[in-house]
């Protein structure tokens, strides 16, 4: 069973500063890998999604890399604004299945 | 366009009712997923429909759940004799293709308060 790890769990930092969040997996035969946001009682937003075959994806601010070798994906978001606060959540799929494995997420609050 | 929509938003039920949670997806897209997520943690999965058929249902959790998309499209969440710990909120999400390249887009999701 895939086991999806993020770390920290919560975090908090001043405007301006880059953030780094982690996320680690169990079983490295990956067909893709996802990063979402979810603001408070809402669902969740795709961010960015890495192929299997790829090593990272960005998109303004954001970059996410992926090693399936050491089982870890990073998200960075750089020049952080107080609208990034939220929860960012990690999810793996396996090659030959349908379902993602997601992490418990990282919560993220921007000071402003 | 319109993302995937979840109705209702909230529902409040008495420990035993029966519930129906509602799903329309974007359109076209055929492939149809149910998760379920508890405070403080990531979603879980609960079943995946490709078109009209239930591809993957090994995360109902039991035999309360059952859930249906008989035109391919709108998908119905059915839970019987609803226990307390069965509030959560329930998402629904869905994709154009089963790719590598294609992400989920997921609705609101419906919370649901056993009581």
């Known amino acids: 069973k895939q086991e999806v790890t993020q770390i920290p769990a919560a975090l908090s930092v001043p405007e301006g500063e880059n953030l780094v969040l982690n996320c680690s997996f169990t079983?490295?035969?990956?067909?893709?890998l996802q990063w979402f946001r979810q603001d408070p009682g809402k669902g969740l937003t795709s961010l960015l999604l890495?192929?299997?075959?790829?090593r990272e994806q960005t998109s303004g601010r954001l970059n996410a890399s992926l090693d399936k070798s050491s089982g870890r994906s990073t998200l960075y978001i750089a020049a952080s604004q107080p609208g990034d606060s939220a929860t960012y959540l990690c999810?793996?799929?396996?090659?030959?299945?349908?379902?993602?494995?997601f992490g418990a997420g990282t919560t993220v609050t921007v000071r402003a | 366009g319109a993302g995937v929509s979840q109705t209702p938003s909230n529902k409040v039920t008495e420990k035993g009712k029966y519930v129906e949670l509602r799903c329309d997806p974007i359109?076209?897209?055929?492939?149809l997923y149910w998760y379920r997520q508890s405070l403080g943690q990531g979603p879980e999965f609960l079943i995946y429909?490709?078109?009209?058929?239930?591809?993957?249902d090994s995360g109902l959790p039991n035999d309360r759940f059952f859930a249906v998309r008989p035109e391919g499209s709108v998908s119905t969440l059915k839970i019987q004799r609803t226990e307390r710990g069965d509030s959560a909120v329930y998402l629904c999400?869905?994709?154009?293709?089963?790719?590598?390249?294609?992400?989920?887009?997921f609705g609101n999701g419906t919370r649901l308060t056993v009581t």
């Open positions: 999810a793996v799929r396996l090659r030959g299945d349908y379902k993602l494995s």
């Open positions: 359109s076209g897209h055929t492939a």
């Open positions: 429909f490709q078109g009209t058929g239930a591809a993957d």
């Open positions: 890495i192929q299997s075959s790829q």
């Open positions: 079983d490295s035969a990956i067909y893709n």
């Open positions: 999400a869905s994709s154009l293709t089963q790719g590598a390249g294609t992400p989920l887009h």
